[in-house]
């Protein structure tokens, strides 16, 4: 597993972020970013999945587009991001895009070690996870969720429930307990993948400095 680090390396607040080859050219833009709507200092670890459809599902399920099937190697992929989150003096917090986005909120729901859960355009519409949101409660206590106002307008059938499956979690998150938000932005799932990704780094960390 490749690590890159960006921001301040002695920070005590470290955001964790599973990324694949085209996710890693925007990081850097993505730090800038965050920068600009916080105050605190901050390491970010882009952590590079070999298999994206393999690595960030929580169990397998089959092809939405083309024909690559999901795998289920997130139990994998999370237990090595906890040995990088072992440090007791610092502040976790977990998130991603689109899968990545997804993996977040499982992994948020399988462990305490991170203190917000920043889902960027999630992949809400993955098979069972509503029913897995229910039967394992979120043990992050924040939690932010986004998507772009056209992404549930497909005609994939799978895909095109992803607006409601959101809404449905938002809901069931609430319940639960979470500090949660749900934004909208303008765009299909293809636009603005790194500034939404600060934007949703951004809300968790300034929602648990008010805190």
Request: glycine share 8%; net charge negative.
């Amino acid at each position: 597993m490749e690590v890159s680090v960006y921001g301040n390396p002695s920070a005590d607040v470290v955001l964790v972020q599973p990324v694949d080859e085209h996710d890693l050219a925007f990081v850097e833009k993505e730090v800038a970013a965050i920068r600009e709507r916080v105050t605190e200092p901050f390491m970010l670890l882009a952590v590079k999945v070999k298999d994206w459809n393999r690595d960030l599902s929580p169990w397998k399920a089959p092809a939405v587009f083309g024909n690559e099937n999901f795998g289920d190697g997130a139990q994998h992929t999370l237990a090595k991001i906890l040995e990088l989150c072992a440090d007791p003096d610092k502040t976790y917090y977990l998130g991603g895009y689109s899968l990545a986005g997804l993996f977040a909120l499982w992994a948020g729901c399988r462990t305490d070690r991170f203190k917000g859960i920043a889902a960027a355009s999630p992949s809400a519409w993955f098979p069972g996870f509503l029913s897995d949101l229910n039967a394992h409660p979120i043990r992050s206590g924040i939690v932010y969720l986004s998507l772009g106002d056209r992404e549930e307008k497909t005609r994939n059938p799978v895909m095109a429930t992803v607006g409601t499956r959101l809404r449905q979690m938002y809901d069931v998150l609430r319940v639960q307990g979470a500090v949660c938000t749900l934004e909208w932005n303008p765009g299909n799932h293809f636009k603005d993948a790194d500034l939404r990704t600060a934007n949703a780094f951004s809300w968790v960390m300034n929602t648990a400095r008010a805190d």
